[in-house]
């Protein structure tokens, strides 16, 4: 018994042999190292306390070690002068070296075309979608070989302009915070896939009326490496409240939304117990979508002007209830009585939309900060819609003797705050809308300040922390790096400035530099005319932080 056994003990030992044993040892060493360069691809993540998608997915300047970057600018149209929403983009490089980009343009009709060009050392190039191809909407996809780069898209059209940074990720879920269908607005939700495999998709609305998915947009198809816009007759119909939820079954995608209103249809109503009509508006805004969800977005710019209107959309996509605060904080907080949160319950796949226009304790004509705050960690999205801005500096036409903007506390002697007189000022027609932000960045990257002899252009700094921080601004022109000496700023805890760029060159991009993190976002107003524009710069990814701890 004893040697059956011990033959059997010695069949076992013999059946282990090195030909059996090695390849388990190989796979182990191979998961072993998958293990350590997943643990090395993690560690460099600066956000590691917010909702992971925040940040990987926002619209970011590229690593300076990356060999290439790609970025996608969809939501405009590629007709020549005198179409609906023109699309280019604008191609910025922070190297002391020159790199080349290409462009490839993908059509809703099915066309296709890719030029190369030469992207210059610390300088940008503008790339126009009609000069490659003429289509009715376009979408273009911008590889960038190596170098610190960021690509920003503009579209320009009859009822006026628009100025945002393009997607730099496709993605699996996009958010439309906030849209309308009403008389006199159209808003196209354009789908591009520039991948070279198939992918189909599920839309549904949140609108004023409930939830709406539609049958034709389940499944909703978009073929490998082509465009397509949801047709007109799929949308909510007549709804003034449209926030949209795209969702990929399979592969990603990227969505841009495109809202233009013609100045025909109705005026937007005013809320509250005296609410104040604004004309009906006429406008175009052209925006990716948001393919993220957070707890928490800040928005550094913002103003209630006579003869317009601004409002903020709150989109909780998901299956429980948001209770939400809407925080204002105007510039130099100290000179302005605090204003009460605004409060809100925001039910699951729902929208609401705060009139901040009308909301108490606000004052005209003062600038502020708008900070979107979900109290119970359940994740929304939030943007920002302008219906008009302020008319620029040297367009306007004060009253005799009348206060600068947000001088009326001080001009008042010893009326409160808020209820001195405040000279009349006509507001510029238009429509812009730009969302929050979710994390602060001590970097950030302006492919064009905008301005021009057209436009005035502004480029505004946020501090949503409690510390106070230092700011300054390199400006890139043409291969030169030059500081800004009149940009160097220094914000307390919770306020925000407009960077004096007045030496700087109206051409050229900006790096916005902080001490601690902050929020940059810019501002497009047409002067002697119509058309307005806000944007979020783009941050240097491994500069991103967290937005501070309420408490």
Request: negative net charge; glycine residues 10%.
């Amino acid at each position: 018994m004893a040697r059956r056994q011990a033959a059997r003990h010695a069949r076992r030992v013999r059946r282990i042999t090195p030909r059996r044993w090695l390849p388990f040892v190989a796979l182990l060493a191979v998961v072993a190292g998958a293990v350590v360069v997943s643990r090395q691809d993690q560690a460099p993540d600066p956000v590691r306390d917010r909702p992971p998608a925040a940040a990987t997915r926002l619209p970011v300047a590229s690593r300076a070690d990356a060999l290439s970057t790609a970025w996608y600018c969809a939501g405009g149209s590629a007709q020549g002068p005198g179409g609906p929403a023109e699309l280019s983009v604008v191609i910025a490089n922070a190297e002391s070296e020159g790199t080349t980009a290409e462009v490839t343009a993908v059509g809703s009709e099915g066309g296709r075309a890719t030029t190369t060009v030469a992207v210059p050392a610390d300088g940008r190039v503008r790339v126009v979608a009609a000069d490659l191809l003429t289509d009715a909407w376009v979408g273009l996809t911008v590889e960038v070989l190596g170098g610190r780069a960021t690509v920003e898209r503009e579209v320009e059209g009859p009822l006026g302009f628009d100025a945002s940074p393009c997607s730099a990720n496709a993605a699996t879920r996009w958010y439309v915070p906030s849209g309308s269908t009403v008389r006199g607005a159209q808003l196209d939700l354009v789908l591009y896939n520039p991948f070279p495999d198939d992918t189909s998709v599920d839309i549904t609305f949140a609108t004023d009326q409930g939830i709406r998915s539609p049958r034709a947009l389940k499944g909703f198809a978009i073929p490998g490496r082509s465009l397509r816009v949801v047709p007109q007759d799929a949308l909510p119909s007549r709804r003034p409240e449209v926030a949209a939820t795209i969702s990929a079954r399979t592969g990603r995608l990227v969505v841009d939304r495109v809202q233009r209103y013609d100045g025909t249809g109705d005026a937007v109503p005013g809320t509250g117990a005296d609410p104040v009509a604004t004309p009906a508006p006429v406008g175009l805004a052209s925006t990716a979508a948001v393919p993220a969800r957070a707890d928490r977005w800040i928005i550094p710019d913002a103003m209630v002007v006579e003869g317009a209107r601004t409002q903020v959309a709150v989109h909780n996509p998901g299956t429980r209830t948001a209770r939400v605060d809407v925080v204002i904080a105007h510039e130099d907080p100290a000179r302005y009585p605090e204003v009460e949160p605004v409060q809100l319950t925001v039910r699951p796949r729902s929208e609401e939309v705060v009139d901040v226009t009308q909301v108490v304790g606000i004052t005209p004509r003062a600038p502020f900060t708008v900070d979107v705050r979900s109290l119970d960690g359940v994740t929304i999205t939030a943007e920002l819609l302008s219906f008009g801005a302020l008319a620029p500096a040297d367009d306007a036409a004060p009253a005799e003797d009348a206060p600068p903007p947000g001088d009326e506390a001080e001009a008042g002697g010893e009326a409160e705050a808020g209820e001195a007189e405040v000279a009349p000022a006509e507001a510029v027609p238009g429509f812009a809308v730009v969302p929050g932000a979710p994390v602060g960045a001590t970097t950030w990257f302006l492919a064009s300040r905008g301005g021009s002899l057209r436009r005035s252009a502004a480029v505004v700094v946020a501090n949503p922390g409690s510390a106070p921080v230092a700011v300054r601004v390199t400006e890139l022109t043409d291969g030169r790096r030059d500081d800004v000496a009149g940009a160097s700023v220094t914000l307390a805890p919770g306020d925000r400035r407009v960077l004096d760029l007045s030496t700087g060159a109206t051409s050229s991009a900006l790096l916005v530099r902080a001490d601690g993190p902050v929020v940059v976002g810019h501002s497009l107003v047409g002067r002697q005319g119509r058309g307005v524009a806000q944007a979020l710069g783009t941050p240097f990814p491994e500069s991103v932080r967290p937005l501070p701890d309420l408490g």
